[in-house]
């Protein structure tokens, strides 16, 4: 089974500008998850997705958006980009139980650098 | 609030060696779970082991085995015969019924041949 993939790994923004990143889940998965991971603060959620629903958040601000497509794909949006947001995205997958109890794979993440 | 603890940012063992890399949490759920996770210097998060809270027995995989004394809220991880494929960035890691993940700071793990 192929594993998670991300799309694009790296990523050069300046400040102001937005950005999409994609994640595409394991075949079958239904649960697409994002985190931020930054020397800083390490690894923080961002949100969840389930069936097309954003279904859990974390304490990022509204320029942090997301969604998922009927093929469970999932894109990530940021808008006005800030020098604190360069960090590595990574985005996981799981076949989708309630809660943080399933399992997630993770993809190779996506490094943003903010200019 | 849910949080993880990893007191050793950094360890050291030598090859064919055992290391055991410390965790202690805080939750206030009752069904959980609890992971290790390694990140390479390639940046992929590979699962490593989990443990099911209600389960009493430890979890073992290969040679990676957990210590999980849930009243102490302590989930411990232990390399045996390690290899220098093992050196990586190891989290400790929280899953609860929010659906999102709690991870530790990481313990850098490196293997002397």
């Known amino acids: 089974k192929a594993g998670v993939t991300q799309t694009p790994r790296y990523l050069i923004k300046t400040r102001g500008q937005q950005v999409t990143l994609s994640c595409s889940p394991i075949?079958?998965?239904?649960?697409v998850s994002w985190y931020q991971q930054t020397p800083g603060q390490g690894l923080q959620f961002l949100f969840e997705?389930?069936?097309?629903?954003?279904?859990n958040k974390g304490n990022f601000p509204g320029r942090f958006s997301g969604r998922q497509f009927s093929n469970s794909r999932s894109e990530m949006n940021v808008s006005t980009l800030e020098l604190g947001d360069s960090a590595l995205y990574l985005c996981?997958?799981?076949?989708?139980?309630?809660?943080?109890?399933?399992?997630?794979?993770f993809g190779p993440g996506t490094r943003l650098t903010v200019l | 609030a849910q949080t993880v603890t990893q007191s050793q940012p950094e360890m050291s063992v030598q090859e064919a060696e055992t290391v055991t890399l410390s965790c202690t949490y805080d939750?206030?759920?009752?069904?959980?779970?609890l992971f290790w996770y390694k990140q390479p210097p390639s940046r992929q998060m590979i699962l490593v082991i989990r443990?099911?809270?209600?389960?009493?027995q430890n979890a073992t995989e290969n040679r990676f085995s957990v210590n999980f004394q849930k009243a102490a809220k302590s989930f411990s991880l232990k390399i045996s015969d390690s290899q220098l494929g093992d050196a990586a960035m190891y989290f400790c890691?929280?899953?609860?019924?929010?659906?999102?993940?709690?991870f530790g700071k990481g313990t850098k793990l490196s293997v002397k041949p």
């Open positions: 443990q099911e809270a209600y389960k009493q």
């Open positions: 939750t206030s759920e009752s069904d959980y779970y």
């Open positions: 996981a997958s799981s076949g989708g139980l309630v809660g943080g109890t399933d399992t997630q794979y």
């Open positions: 997705y389930f069936s097309e629903t954003q279904r």
């Open positions: 075949s079958g998965h239904r649960s």
């Open positions: 890691v929280n899953g609860g019924s929010q659906g999102n993940l709690i």
